[in-house]
């Protein structure tokens, strides 16, 4: 392969590949906490029945 | 099940990049002028279409929504809207790059490279205004219509090319000019990588669309919980 400028196309590459790691983990850290709100919002209304 | 199908259309899109990769690094010609950097091109072009892709999903998404005042379509319409953002901002970076080294500079207020710009700040707007909403009819009706707005910009900045010759080089796909400006090889890998793209964005906005289904339900939880 022709070596030249092969320092930024690194650079690109690895821009391009960062930007969708990240977004990956970001999604499913959100999705986690998500879940966990939802958990635990189930559970605050079950025993609120419960008591009522 | 659902879960199952994700998992395998993301490992799918997964080797089928790896395996593009590949053939972008080791096996496919070299471009005469510019170097090793002409290859991010490979993720530079099929970034832009995967993103024009996601947009266009999400104003059909939008017209859907409008027509039929159905939840679903607006979560569709976010999801796809959201991913695209990204798949925008990869197509931003990469072309920077690129461009400072073929023009010497990182960025021109070029028509075309601004009309690209002024499309990712449009969806970024789309999205922070669904935030300031709280009312979930009245978020998805406005959002609705400002997807639509948007759409003008991504039509304006795919048609960009052809309506004005800067310094951005014109098309070279082959569907776009109706020749063959580059190497069959070259093109036919643009098009690989597009298919691993849109595919890889596909398991994305899933999961987003995942997500916003979620966020519909704490909603309603929310509310059953202040009524108790």
């Known amino acids: ?52 | 099940m659902r879960n199952k199908i994700l998992v395998a259309v993301a490992l799918l899109s997964g080797l089928y990049l790896i395996r593009n990769l590949y053939y972008i690094l080791l096996v496919l010609p070299d471009e005469a002028a510019q170097g090793a950097i002409y290859r991010i091109l490979y993720f530079h072009l099929p970034g832009w279409i995967t993103s024009f892709t996601a947009y266009f999903c999400a104003a059909v998404a939008s017209i859907w929504y409008l027509v039929k005042r159905d939840q679903r379509a607006d979560e569709f319409a976010v999801a796809f809207t959201e991913v695209g953002v990204i798949f925008t901002m990869l197509g931003l970076a990469t072309g920077m790059v690129w461009a400072r080294i073929i023009w010497g500079v990182w960025w021109v207020w070029d028509p075309r490279l601004t009309w690209a710009f002024v499309c990712w700040l449009t969806y970024m707007g789309y999205l922070m205004l669904r935030g300031t909403i709280d009312e979930p009819g009245q978020r998805a009706r406005i959002a609705s219509v400002v997807s639509l707005f948007a759409f003008v910009s991504v039509v304006i900045t795919y048609k960009s090319i052809d309506w004005w010759r800067t310094q951005h080089p014109g098309a070279v796909l082959s569907f776009r000019t109706g020749e063959q400006r580059i190497d069959p090889a070259m093109e036919n890998m643009l098009f690989h990588n597009m298919v691993a793209l849109v595919a890889f964005a596909g398991v994305l906005m899933m999961l987003r669309l995942g997500q916003e289904r979620m966020q519909r339900e704490l909603d309603a939880l929310r509310r059953q919980a202040h009524s108790l």
Do not use: H, P
Request: aromatic share 14%; net charge positive.
């Open chain 1, 1 to 52: 392969m022709d070596e030249r400028n092969f320092q930024y196309m690194f650079y690109g590459f690895a821009a391009a590949w960062c930007l969708l790691a990240v977004y990956l983990v970001t999604l499913v850290g959100r999705e986690s906490k998500l879940r966990k709100e939802v958990d635990n919002l189930k559970r605050m209304i079950e025993e609120r029945e419960k008591k009522g």
